[in-house]
């Protein structure tokens, strides 16, 4: 069993927030402390309050799933690090600037040994758990086009960029960013997250092919 509580509720699309308060808190990080070192399919309810130090009674009154935790971590994560990245300067003209902050601060960040494996753990359970999975997309890869393709409509409309599509040109950049990072360390075949280097290598490189493909000459 994924969960050990005696129903296994759906997460839903949208999970409401919970109460922060300072066991909600310790419950949390706890979590996190022992999804990093087992997983989410090795974690279990009694590992998690163990961590945290908290009976297991207390642990199901504020959290009735294992998958419920895990939700509320991702959600943590996008609300600390994802939002700040997509909070962009809109007075400023430079396209290219704009792109390749962007392009070096996500994939720094997914390139964390932490997040890939979150990331991996979804894509392991999504086929029998397609809540979890949606709710980690939405919040994840689906937010950051989302707020892609925003910034790309106001250079479109100021007349900088020439997109006919917005949401497809926003996922191709972000591949293009983070893909040939990401994907030897989601299967494993590196264990280094890459250097600062190499990330703006990758980084420049997508901001050149984008503008080459939707810069107004």
Not at 33 to 44: D, I, N, R, T, Y
Request: proline share 5%.
């Amino acid at each position: 069993m994924l969960a050990e509580s005696p129903v296994s509720p759906k997460v839903p699309a949208t999970i409401l927030p919970i109460v922060d308060n300072a066991k909600s808190r310790q419950i949390l990080d706890g979590a996190r402390k022992v999804f990093l070192a087992q997983g989410f399919e090795g974690a279990s309810m009694n590992d998690i309050a163990r961590e945290a130090g908290v009976s297991k009674g207390t642990l199901y009154v504020y959290f009735e799933s294992k998958e419920r935790l895990f939700s509320v971590i991702i959600d943590e994560e996008r609300a600390a690090h994802v939002e700040g990245i997509f909070n962009f300067d809109y007075s400023t003209a430079d396209v290219e600037a704009v792109l390749l902050h962007i392009a070096i601060e996500i994939s720094t960040f997914i390139t964390q040994p932490r997040i890939v494996s979150a990331m991996r753990a979804v894509v392991g359970i999504a086929e029998r758990m397609p809540e979890l999975g949606e709710h980690f997309y939405e919040r994840g890869p689906c937010y950051s086009r989302n707020k892609l393709a925003e910034y790309l409509d106001t250079r479109v409309a100021a007349g900088q960029l020439d997109v006919p599509d917005t949401q497809l040109a926003a996922a191709q950049f972000l591949e293009m960013s983070h893909a040939p990072l990401i994907k030897p360390m989601l299967f494993r075949a590196t264990k280094q997250s890459p250097s600062a280097e190499r990330i703006r290598e990758v980084a420049a490189s997508a901001v050149r092919v984008f503008m080459s493909g939707y810069g107004v000459k």
